[in-house]
């Protein structure tokens, strides 16, 4: 086999740029080229271009020098050939946002409320103000006032446009935060190619087509490219073809490289052929916009013919735009699918089915599903209050006024009654609104999004907002060791070279002129050529290494030796190596051979030292002449070299060489195990890799914090365990276990040689260090840790990675962090968070970001719930005593804005502290609301309770003015309800502050100053509220104040603060009653949602937990589709209303959504109903399973 690798033309003058004629190929040739595989591709090369020096001398570059560099050529390729960059999904307007923003249940309600009351107050029927109609109207004094009966309605409508501008406003920066995350994720992508005969490295959105691109194991292809010359290059195409199996790439067999596959063994050339838009991945996505369009028209069009209930044409097409976006969302390289995308998601899933089977969903974090079950009470709760209170309300009046008074229903009355019951109707939304807690989901946004932006100044890119969340529950962390624990910075410090083993590198001159020939070659030309040593960016600083660090170490080894690598890989270009065998995981070593003169072939390997001696039976002695190399030998060395080395925290590299004579013909290169045998020990070498100097400390931060830190290794055990030591992740004395790969899977799988959990569970408690592991191993871990049911909690586990075949540990786990400088595009991809500098304190910063998510979340929910609890009890009781509410719809909205969305900014960016670190991670199912938490929500609320009603019954003697209890329609506002407001609002003010601290600590305004958020907020709220009180006037139904009035406000706010001391000192243990609330999803109820036909759409709202109501209102309509499908079941035919009957809101088409979706086959609908109803009802019906398929088809 000749190498892989073709001729060159003399004469290369593309170099200097100087061609104005256009190129030789267009985009189109192009195009048409990369869509065939393999021979196919191969023919076409050789026919139309010759070979691929061919398309080189087209596309005006040199497979040696590379593009010029030359920006008018770069330009010229750019209008050619385009730039490689595929445009983004378009960001939604804020237009759009605020239309999203209204679509909340709530808002329409009371939209649509004060409206009705707007109409009504301009309506004035003749005679409507005769005493006809009960005391309706004030006296003659109120005249001007009844005129301005439209404020109400008028504040309402004004207030709800300002909640929609916050939460559009919201959505709209967080949108724009995402953006600015992916330009920055995009802007870190960099590429090497060749230019003007230099290696370089560019931002992958520069390469032009025509560019010379160096492909190494690791790359994710950022363009598709014809090889030119390759070393063992395998490539794993599924991102396109769904195939597993990796494919062999070579230059007579298969030399098409298309963009978004990833290299999984050696490295190569290639020239670019395609970027952008007309690159592979590119096609694809051009195709994705225009099917997801037909998509959407297809689903609307369904939808309506769904209505009409006829059967659906041929799904054939349908079906054929959904397995397009099934490919192309598994090749989106790091850029357009990401976080932005996961509002839109929500959207798009109406028109992609497919999306569910692609992207492997990660569990619903532990946080959102905790906040959307505790939303979904709260909803239902405030609902059934809301409710209630209408139906007193009308009651009351219906009873008072016509049966009490005896009064007739007159006609011309008729408006005024119905004004009335509009008062009642906005009274309840009120309530509800109150009730619902929408800020909660602004909270964990502006809450995570603070975060995020923060983490990356601690060196966390984040690429997946709940990952930052989740990190605050990790129970254990599986790290690798060099470059994360250590510093990355290898160099040789021992040599066991010529019989004699040196603690420093020896002097050039204690060596064999031949043997130090002979181990110079090996080491310069068997490495990879792109690994190199460069002088020091500053004076004095240290040298730099670039590519392979073990490599840089055995480089730095021959630099130490007064030699120079350059010149010999000169001297032997990558061209010349006959065959290639690269590093992998399996390998554990790398060989490269050359052709001699004589035609023979001479072989140079190296790798770790236990697998390389095995194969060796020679060893270089003294003299620089091999002697035999028995095993027992070997024995002995690995007894006296290779233990002491590993000991010392080193690791060991043996380099060797092998050669074949010319006579005995040339080998089978296939026949790897009888090629990489009988080899001649050169050297070996030990390499430290120095502990950083701040991990130490980290990882006594973590295990104080309940962390267990894992090492997870592919270095020998001693080595391993030396570092372990040095970190503290293993103590002298302690039970602990350190195992080599090959011992852990004896002990965990049975004879069959499957991973048996009661196996691994005996492991893995007391498991530190794993050494020798193979990825599949870290993987193993990391699934059984999770999957284990030992503890009391499942385990929560954050993996760190760098290499390719990290991906599915760092996929499995919790969190993934993949290491910026050293991590492999694959790696990035598969990671949840980036260590942009690859250092194990970040993660520890990650582990505080992420618990004081928690915290804030808690310290937002404990504020709101008392909010909550108050307003709606003194609504409620306020209404049904004195046919009011104390608190005016506006005035509740305001408490809603101020309380919502206000707080959560403040109490949502609380700064982290050390002290995060001294308590034991949650858990999975800890309650969201504590014990303590629920002392001091209902401690507040009954402080708050028994102020506001003493205030409201007594209020007007304590303070010697008119009562505005029971005043008429439209009286104007009076100070007693004025002063109910405001004490109000000041006790939530206050409280506060004592939100700050949930765990019952007494110095609420420790570090009050390291927040200017909080600050900012807190003093504007209380400006605002002057401003509402003192010149709000009717909108706000508020009169002004005297000074008097606000110091007593303000003083029986400030009592919220010396209550908070009173009730943080009842101890809470003695409070048994006291229920926690917000638990987690325990598993029963896992396998139970997993079953209903909705279980996946309720998830996405879940996912984005954009809106709180939006999940009850959905259950509701949830618990109406079922009850109708029961029906149609039982009868065997549609209830009068149509079977799913459309609620006139933006929910249901969600819900029409998945049933458009189920619709296609019927009997999956048949299937998915019957699952639901057997979960909703209990038993289906017995007629439901014979005439599942008929009714199926004709549901919706």
């Known amino acids: 086999m000749a190498n892989n690798t073709a001729d060159h033309p003399p004469g290369n003058s593309v170099a200097e740029g100087n061609h104005d004629g256009d190129f030789g190929v267009t985009v189109a040739d192009l195009r048409d080229l990369m869509e065939l595989r393999s021979a196919e591709a191969v023919n076409k090369i050789q026919e139309t271009y010759g070979d691929v020096q061919g398309i080189c001398r087209r596309l005006k570059t040199s497979p040696i020098e590379g593009l010029s560099g030359n920006p008018v050529d770069l330009e010229k390729r750019h209008t050619s050939y385009g730039q490689n960059f595929i445009p983004p999904k378009k960001a939604k307007t804020f237009l759009q946002l605020v239309w999203e923003a209204l679509q909340d249940v709530t808002l329409i309600i009371l939209e649509i409320a004060a409206i009705i009351s707007l109409g009504l107050s301009f309506y004035h029927p003749p005679g409507g103000d005769s005493e006809a109609c009960g005391q309706v109207s004030g ?61 370089i490295q560019i931002p992958v959105a520069e390469i032009v087509v025509g560019d010379i691109a160096q492909i190494k194991y690791g790359d994710l292809l950022p363009a598709d490219g014809i090889l030119i010359q390759g070393n063992d290059l395998k490539i794993d195409e599924s991102s396109l073809t769904g195939e597993s199996d990796q494919v062999r790439k070579s230059l007579e067999k298969d030399p098409m490289l298309l963009s978004g596959t990833h290299v999984m063994e050696g490295s190569g050339r290639m020239v670019v052929s395609a970027v952008g838009l007309n690159s592979q991945t590119g096609i694809i996505f051009t195709l994705l916009g ?32 959904k397995t397009e976006d099934g490919i192309a969302l598994e090749i989106q390289p790091l850029k357009s699918e990401e976080a932005a995308e996961s509002e839109e998601k929500e959207e798009k899933e109406e028109a992609k089915p ?158 064999k002129p031949e043997t130090l020939e002979i181990m110079v070659n090996s080491i310069a030309i068997n490495s990879a050529y792109t690994t190199k040593i460069l002088p020091p960016e500053k004076e004095g600083g240290l040298p730099r290494h670039v590519g392979n660090k073990t490599e840089c170490a055995l480089l730095g080894m021959v630099l130490e030796l007064k030699r120079d690598y350059q010149p010999i890989r000169d001297e032997v270009p990558e061209e010349k190596m006959y065959k290639v065998y690269t590093f992998n995981s399996s390998r554990k070593s790398m060989s490269t051979v050359l052709k001699n003169a004589d035609g023979g072939y001479r072989m140079y390997s190296k790798g770790a030292s236990e697998i390389v001696l095995r194969k060796c039976s020679r060893i270089l002695d003294a003299q620089g002449q091999p002697r035999i190399f028995k095993p027992k030998d070997r024995d002995e060395m690995v007894r006296k070299v290779i233990e002491p080395m590993a000991c010392d925290g080193l690791r060991t590299i043996c380099v060797a060489y092998r050669d074949f004579p010319a006579e005995a013909g040339e080998p089978d290169w296939e026949t790897e195990n009888d090629i990489l045998n009988d080899l001649t020990c050169i050297v070996v ?231 995060l670190l ?58 007693h309800y004025t002063i109910v407001f405001n004490v109000f609002v000041m006790m939530q003010l206050f409280n506060e502050i004592n939100a700050r601290k949930i765990h019952g600590e007494r110095n609420v305004f420790e570090g009050i100053y390291r927040n200017p958020i909080f600050c900012s907020v807190v003093l ?127 929910v249901s088409q969600h819900n029409d959504a998945t049933a458009a979706k189920t619709l296609s086959s019927p009997t999956h609908v ?5 699952s639901s109803l057997t979960n909703s009802a209990g038993a289906p019906p017995p007629a439901a399973a014979a005439s599942s398929s008929t009714a199926g088809v004709c549901i919706s």
């Open 1020 to 1146: 504007g709220t209380f400006a605002l509220q002057i401003v509402i009180v003192q010149f709000g006037g009717k909108p706000f139904s508020c009169t002004a104040l005297t000074i008097d009035q606000w110091l007593w406000c303000v003083f029986i706010g400030v009592g919220e603060l010396l209550w908070g001391q009173l009730i943080s000192a009842i101890p809470t243990h003695h409070l048994k009653f006291l229920k926690e609330a917000g638990h987690g999803t325990t598993k029963e109820e896992i396998h139970e949602e997993e079953l209903t036909e909705g279980a996946d759409e309720i998830d996405h709202a879940e996912m984005e937990l954009r809106r709180g109501q939006i999940l009850w209102f959905r259950g509701l309509n949830r618990i109406q589709t079922q009850m109708d499908v029961v029906y149609t079941f039982q009868t065997g035919q549609a209830p009068v209303p149509g079977a799913l009957r459309r609620q006139p809101s933006v």
């Open 354 to 511: 497919v999306k569910k089977v692609n992207v492997t969903k990660k569990e619903k974090s532990v946080l959102q599903g905790k906040l959307t079950k505790l939303a979904v009470q709260i909803g239902k709760a405030g609902l059934i209050m809301s409710a209630v209170t209408v139906i007193i309300l009308i009651l009351y009046f219906v009873i008072d006024t016509f049966a009490v008074q005896g009064r007739t229903w007159v006609a011309e009355c008729t408006p005024i009654y119905i004004q009335y019951f509009v008062k009642f109707f906005i009274i309840g939304v009120t309530v509800l609104v109150v009730a619902v807690p929408e800020g909660l989901p602004l909270a964990v946004t502006i809450s995570l999004a603070y975060s995020v932006k923060k983490m990356m100044k601690d060196n966390n890119l984040v690429r997946h907002l709940d990952a930052c969340e989740t990190m605050g529950n990790a129970t254990a962390i599986c790290s690798d060791k060099t470059g994360t624990l250590t510093m990355n910075r290898m160099t040789v410090v021992q040599a066991y070279v010529g019989d004699t083993h040196y603690k420093t590198v020896p002097e050039p001159d204690a060596i």
């Open 139 to 199: 006296g003659a004094e109120d005249e001007g006032e009844a005129q301005a009966g439209w404020i109400e309605g008028a504040a309402i409508l004004f207030s709800v446009i300002i909640v929609v501008l916050v939460t559009a406003f919201n959505d709209w920066s967080k949108e724009k935060q995402f953006r600015g995350l992916q330009s920055r994720i995009e802007q870190e992508q960099k590429f090497t190619v060749i230019r003007k005969g230099q290696v």
């Open 290 to 321: 225009a099917s997801e369009s037909d998509e959407e028209k297809k689903v609307k069009k369904s939808k309506t013919r769904e209505k009409a209930c006829k059967k659906q044409g041929p799904p054939e097409n349908r079906n054929k735009a």
């Open 685 to 915: 070498v030990g390499i430290e890799d120095p502990v950083r100097p701040e991990v130490p400390e980290a990882i006594t931060k973590c295990q104080r914090a309940g962390i267990t830190v894992r090492m997870v290794t592919g270095d020998n055990i001693n080595t391993a365990r030396a570092i372990a030591t040095k970190c503290g992740i293993i103590t002298p004395g302690e039970d602990f276990l350190c195992m080599e790969g090959k011992e852990f899977n004896q002990q965990i799988r049975n004879d069959q040689g499957e991973v048996e959990q009661e196996r691994l569970d005996k492991v893995w408690p007391k498991l530190r260090v794993l050494a020798r592991s193979s990825p599949t191993d870290k993987h193993t871990l990391v699934k059984g840790i999770i999957d284990s049911t030992v503890g009391e909690t499942r385990q929560v586990v954050a993996v760190t990675g760098d290499g390719t075949n990290d991906g599915p540990a760092l996929k499995k786990a919790d969190v993934g962090f993949a290491m910026g400088i050293a991590g492999t595009d694959v790696a990035k991809e598969a990671s949840d968070i980036i260590l942009t500098d690859d250092n194990f304190t970040s993660i520890v910063k990650a582990v505080m970001w992420g618990r004081n998510v928690y915290d804030s979340i808690s310290k937002f929910l404990q504020f709101q719930l008392t909010v909550n609890v108050v307003a709606v009890i003194v609504a409620f009781t306020g209404a049904c005593i004195t046919q009011d509410s104390p608190l005016k719809a506006v005035q509740m909205l305001w408490v809603n804005l101020i309380m919502d969305t206000l707080a959560s900014l403040a109490l949502a960016t609380e700064p982290p502290t050390e002290s």
């Open 918 to 975: 001294l308590r034991r991670p949650y858990g999975r199912n800890k309650p969201l609301i504590s014990r303590t938490m629920m002392k001091n929500i209902l401690g507040h609320a009954v402080y708050q309770l028994v102020i506001i009603f003493t205030l409201l019954f007594a209020g007007e003697s304590f303070f010697d003015i008119d009562s505005g209890r029971n005043a008429p329609l439209h009286s104007p506002p009076s100070e």
């Open 1166 to 1170: 048949g299937l998915s109903s019957s």
